[in-house]
């Protein structure tokens, strides 16, 4: 759907014809961004996360801060890119995409590869810490770049306060689930899931609304994850194959085709393809030697680990948002910089050309990491995860029908 999406952009016939209305696609794009912080909620082993705590943080903050240092060093060397730039630059490479990697160990959990070890657990939840920390650092940089220090620090407070009472506010939204729905009602997962998505997409919605939409990823995984965690006392959870349902069926297409059309050829410079294939390659290396180091204090095998690493290479999601909006790069990140520079005497040329920099960049790092890291993610599992024949979640004359979702889910991604 990513190319598709890109063909409909680009095709002169096409793109004449066809049209989005910028505001509907953010939306969109953000509802199907709920859905995939539910599925990965749900989806959360309590004990897993216990045992593997310290490794989630590790992954999450030290993969994303070095490939963040890396990539602005290698900006400095390779375009002459100012470090602020290139810490922005950083920034928007260096997060991991939940629409690639969530779904791709949802469908390894059920299959039971890694489920024993906590691998899939563990990946999920530091993939929307590591999000919601690339962010972060981007919302800093551009803090610095537009303000002084004092106003940087203020934007770090308030984000800190606004994600403790997201938090809160989250854990509440879990109780009101807990009572509400009464046991012995008609439909009564349909009613759980459709209360748990109206209050995530309210929490979401309204931290973009003040600016700290970071921690309102922050508190639908942790309402997803309690509300999770309560339900499955009483069994298993018919929540999770209705949220898949809909994931594969409408919001997976219509994000990664959104994300595609949001692609134009026009905004691509040539000339700057292959040292930004560089610049990409050199920091999704050290991004792998980081990723399998972060988990290397754990009891995870070489195996493992060296899957984990592959799973934090993907990138799609994060790459088309601003400092606090969910929004495209093109219509969010250039114009940013495009006012700052205009807020100069006169418009300063340099800081354009790092703007269409950054997004020929993000460009690439979309359509070459997305595709090939899910394609790798799903080449791997088998290869280097144990499967637990215990937590398989399917019959096994429904194994060919787990791969051939597997594969369905793959090409909707491409």
């Known amino acids: 759907m990513l190319v598709v999406g890109i063909a409909l952009r680009n095709l002169p016939a096409v793109s004449e014809l066809l049209f989005v209305v910028k505001e509907w696609s953010v939306v969109l794009r953000r509802i199907a961004f709920v859905v995939i912080l ?5 989806s959360l082993d309590a004990n897993a996360i216990k045992r593997l705590k310290g490794a989630c943080v590790r992954l999450a903050l030290v993969p994303c801060s070095v490939e963040t240092v890396v990539v602005a060093v290698a900006a400095k060397l390779v375009f002459g890119m100012d470090f602020i730039f290139g810490v922005l630059l950083g920034a928007v490479l260096a997060a991991v ?8 160990l949802l469908d390894a959990s059920k299959a039971g590869y890694g489920v024993q070890a906590g691998v899939p657990s563990l990946v999920i939840a530091a993939a929307s810490l ?3 920390y690339a962010i972060s650092i981007f919302s800093l940089a551009l803090s610095l770049f537009r303000v002084d220090g004092a106003g940087a620090i203020a934007v770090l407070v308030a984000a800190f306060v606004a994600g403790h009472s997201w938090k809160k506010e989250s854990l509440f939204s879990c109780f009101l689930l807990h009572v509400l729905p009464r046991n012995d009602v008609k439909n009564l997962h349909l009613i759980r899931l459709s209360l748990l998505f109206t209050f995530s997409t309210a929490i979401l919605f309204t931290t973009i609304r003040f600016r700290v939409d970071g921690a309102g990823a922050i508190a639908v995984l942790v309402a997803a994850f309690v509300a999770g965690h309560s339900w499955k006392k009483e069994g298993p959870l018919p929540e999770e194959d209705h949220l898949a349902n809909l ?3 409408a919001f997976q297409p219509l994000l990664f085709g959104l994300i595609g059309f949001e692609l134009s050829f026009d905004m691509v410079q040539a000339g700057t393809i292959f040292r930004g294939c560089l ?3 050199i920091g999704l290396l050290f ?4 990723s399998f180091l972060a988990v290397f204090v754990t009891n995870l095998t070489i195996r493992e680990r060296l899957f984990v690493a592959v799973a934090w290479m993907p990138k799609a999601t994060v790459q088309f948002r601003s400092t606090f909006l969910f929004v495209s790069l093109q219509a969010a990140l250039a114009p940013v910089v495009l006012d700052m520079a205009r807020s100069k005497d006169g418009v300063d040329r340099t800081y354009v050309d790092n703007g269409i920099v950054i997004f020929t960049i993000a460009v690439l790092s979309i359509l070459i990491t997305a595709p090939v890291g899910a394609f790798l993610i799903r080449l791997t599992t088998p290869l280097l995860l144990t499967r637990d024949e215990k937590s ?12 051939n979702d597997m594969n369905e889910s793959a090409e909707n991604t491409l």
């Open 279 to 281: 610049l990409l390659g």
């Open 392 to 403: 398989v979640k399917f019959t096994t004359d429904g194994e060919n029908d787990l791969e």
């Open 97 to 104: 995409s939940p629409a690639v990697v969530i779904p791709a």
């Open 287 to 290: 991004r792998f030697v980081a």
């Open 247 to 249: 994931w594969h069926l």
């Open 130 to 132: 590591d999000d919601v």
């Open 38 to 42: 539910l599925r990965g909620g749900l």
